[in-house]
Every structure is written in structure tokens, then in C-alpha cells.
């Protein structure tokens, strides 16, 4: 059983109003499943369950309904992606039904605190947690970024706990609330030479499916970008369910090996050779011949420097008349490459960028039907991982130049 | 012929249904189609199956957070499990089952997956841990 404060108890006895009962009511149930003895405060959420496409009907009764009870967020909170451009949603071809059900989604979450900055990567545009802050988020990708790059301490919160924390400003104290649970499992010795994300994301890919929830420790692995780790992270949380990860020598958990396990032993060690790379990268191609009709870049969003990158290898260069290319990424991150003057070389090649919203948690599959998409590019481990599913789209799976060099020529060749 | 598996309540309630069976972990984001019920994951053994008023059995839930809301979703619409046995409950499947009220079991011995067969017929009731088999 749960030990709760005074304060808690009454929060659970509904004397600070529904909301704020129900909140609890979630929260101590989840505490009492993973057998947490206490609350502890948090100081931030990233909500998951901010687009329709997840949220659906049900869900948005039910954040309406915290929301119309006068409930109000008490810690930073920012929105995981929309199902929707809010800017230009006619123009991507998303359905007025879409939305609808998303502007009344949002309207919802902001009527209680939310910021909405409809991004999966809260921490390029303002939260972003120091080492061993105690916050709650969701978002599988962010969750490993905020957890083992920043070694700020989090679950893996779905939408409704992660509203309960918003709204009470607690969490239950369990898993990786907890230092001792935030030591490795699995040694992986990565042998193979990784350049660029899709690298990572493959690597990722392959450890997640063996990592399962558990945390993987990599070696060998030296002067990794802030965007290869996003993406290592956001690939291992698609094949497995894993919240953290350490890369010794790089992430701030594991100066050593021996303290990324802490001083325990590796319960398995594991070789990640340049023909395991190539095995993952075929198993994300899940396709036949090789026309592309969408190109999509950011998933996770795109940070400046990627952007960046994408305006170099378009410079003077066109996208194909039937191909579309989308560069997904934040808002303030667009209004950035709108001041570096990346926005007007991409949207003069014919590049399209996509605010708010992101593949995986837009209604693709109704879209690629609409527009007749016959094949997805991406650099992303994750949306490869997802798009067949959500997409039923052929997927493509290569570097950002093989991506960009798709976009332009309509064809995607390794 | 009838068993009786042990396991922990993570959600209580009582149901029963026909049995759908994975070794497989399952995310409910793009490997769940929540109006049909039917599972849509490439290369999912479960691909092609419908999971409505099936008591499913799966390891433990991998992917994406936005997983609870949508077990949320999928039994508003009518074609959500009526109950869910895992080896381990993983927090996203959790939080799912207990908004949308689905009993849920775990660490069951003998160990589900394996004592449970796809079409059997099974009971559970969560709130005393207690899972009743009737092979097909």
C-alpha cells in the first residue's frame, strides 16, 4: 500500500474537485501495480496522447472533461505532435473532420496550461530537464532522450497518467524514479563503423527488439551528435519498449562501463558487427522496385542542424514534379530556418515543411489514399518500423542524401 | 478439459472469452487498427487477427506511449479485448486498462503463453488472480 500525505489523501477524497480526484485515483492504482510506497513531485510533462489519431473520440471526451472541470496543469507541460498542421492542414490534404476533433483536443489542453508546441521534441524549444530531475513524460522517443541523454529520471507515462501528473504535479515512485533501477542490463560492443542517423537508427532498431524494457549499455561508440542519440533513442523504443539507454564515455550515467551497470554484471554481451548494421538496415526495407512518391525527414522532429543539412543537399536542386518531400520539425525551429534562410532554399526545391503534426501520428494511411502515395522514403528507424502498419505504404530506408537524392530523381537507390 | 492459472491483479474485474495468443510484445500505435479490433503490424505472428471480446495474451506491450488511449479507444468502439493476461504488464498497456476498465493479470504461473492456446476458453477474474482454462 501506498503511504499518501495529508495533502494527497485529500486530493484522492475529491476535496480539491474532480479533476483532481481522478488524477489521483490513476495515479495511486499505478503506483500500487508497480509497487511504488510514495508520491514524489515532478516538475515537468511532455504529453503523450496530444493527436486525435491516438486520443481518438474517447480520449478527447475525457481531456475535455478534466479541462471543462476547471482543471488546471500545475508544472510545465508541453504537447506531444497533433494529427494535423494547424497552419496549412487543407493544403497537406488532412480531412476537415481531422481537424476539427484536433483544434477541440488542443483547445482542451490549453484551456488547462498546455503549451502548444505540437512537437516530439520538447527539448530543442524549452524543456529540457537536468540531470536527475524528477519529471513525467511520454512520447517513447523523448522519454529515452530525456532519460539517457539529459539522465533526467521518467517512466514511460501514456496519455492518461501523464495528464494525472499534469494535474496533481505527482507521480507514484517507482522504476526509473528510482537509482537503482537505472543501471544496464546488456552490454552491446559496437564494432560496426556508424555514420549518420540512419546508422544509429538502425542499430536501434536491432537492440530494442533484444533489449525488450531493458537497459542496454553501448561501447565503442565515440562523439555521437545530439541527432544520432535522438534517433538511437527513438529506435530502440519502437522494436522494444526501452526508456534508457547509456552509451559509456557519452551519456551522463555511464562515465564507465562499470558505473552504466552499477558494479553489477552484464546479464549478456552482445557484438554489433558491420554485417548485423547491414541485416537491420534490410529488415527497415520492407519493399519491392523502387519508385517513391513521399520523402519524409524528421522523425524525430528535425533540429536546426538537420535542417540545416537538408538545405545544403537541395541547394539549386529540384524535388521531383510527383514526389513530395516533407521536412517535419517544430514551430520555433521552422521560424530558426526561416532566419537562416533554409526555408526559402528547401521551399524553393520544392520541399514542404510540416509543423504540429508528424507520420506517425497524423492520419497517413486515409492521406496516401487520397493523394495515392504509392512508397514512403525515410531516414527514420522509427517511421520505418511504423509506416507499413500505419501507412500500408511500401517503405524505403536509406541516409539523408540517399532520401534527398529520392526526392529529387523519384527514385530511391542505395 | 479445465486449468486454473494464478497471476497478480493489475486491473480488477471479471471476464471471459475466447483466447488470442502471441509471443510477441504488441503496440497498440500502427500495430492495431482500434475501429476493426484487427491487428495490422508486418510481420506480427497476430497480423490479420481481430482482438474484440478476445481475452489476449501477449508477453508485454513495446512502441509508442500514445498506446493507452487507444486500448481507451478500441473499447469505446466496441472491438477491445475483454481482458488482457501479460508475462510482465509494461506501464502504457497498464494505464490503457485501467481507464478503459479491461481486467488485466500478469505473472501468471504456469506461465500463460505458454498454458494457453489460441480459441480456448478462458476466465478470468483479475480481482482475486485467478485465470480458468477450457481447451478448445
Known sequence: MMKLTVEEESMLAGKRGYPIQKSMEILVQLGEIYGAQK???????????????????????????????????????????????????????????????????????????????????????????????????????????????????TNREGGPSALAAALTGCVPEYGYHLAENRHGHIQINVRAKLDGIDDFGAMGYWAGSLAGSKVPVFTGISDPSTDELKMLGAALASSGAVALFHVVGVTPEAPTCEAAFGGRKPEQVLDFEASQLADAKRSLNKQDGQEISVVCIGCPHTSIAEIGEIALGLKDKKVKSRVELWVLTALPMRALAERCGYTKIIEAAGGRFVIDTCPILSPMAELAKKKQYTALATNSAKLAHYAPGQWALPTYYGSLQTCLNAAITGKFDQ | MEKILRGRKVVGGKSKGVALVTTEPICFLGGVDVKTGMITEVGHPLKGKCMAGKVLVFPTGKGSTGGSYLIYEAVSNGVGPCAMINRSVEQVTAIGCIIAEVPMVDSVNPDAIEAIKDGDLVEVNADEGIITVTSA
Open chain 1, 39 to 153: 508520491m514524489i513531485k515532478i516538475s515537468s510533462v511532455h504529453m503523450p496522447g496530444a493527436s486525435v489519431v491516438v486520443a481518438g473520440e474517447a480520449g478527447t471526451k475525457f481531456v475535455e472533461k478534466m479541462a471543462g472541470q476547471q482543471g488546471q496543469f500545475c508544472v510545465l507541460t508541453t504537447l506531444n505532435p497533433g494529427a494535423v498542421n494547424f497552419d496549412a492542414w487543407r493544403e497537406t490534404g488532412y480531412s476537415e473532420e481531422t481537424y476539427r476533433l484536433q483544434r477541440r483536443l488542443t483547445n482542451a489542453y490549453e484551456a488547462m496550461g498546455g503549451i502548444a508546441c505540437h512537437t516530439c521534441t520538447p527539448y530543442f524549444i524549452g524543456s529540457c530537464p537536468r540531470r536527475g530531475e524528477h519529471i513525467a513524460w511520454g512520447e517513447s522517443s523523448a522519454i529515452a532522450f530525456a532519460n539517457s541523454v539529459l539522465g533526467a529520471f
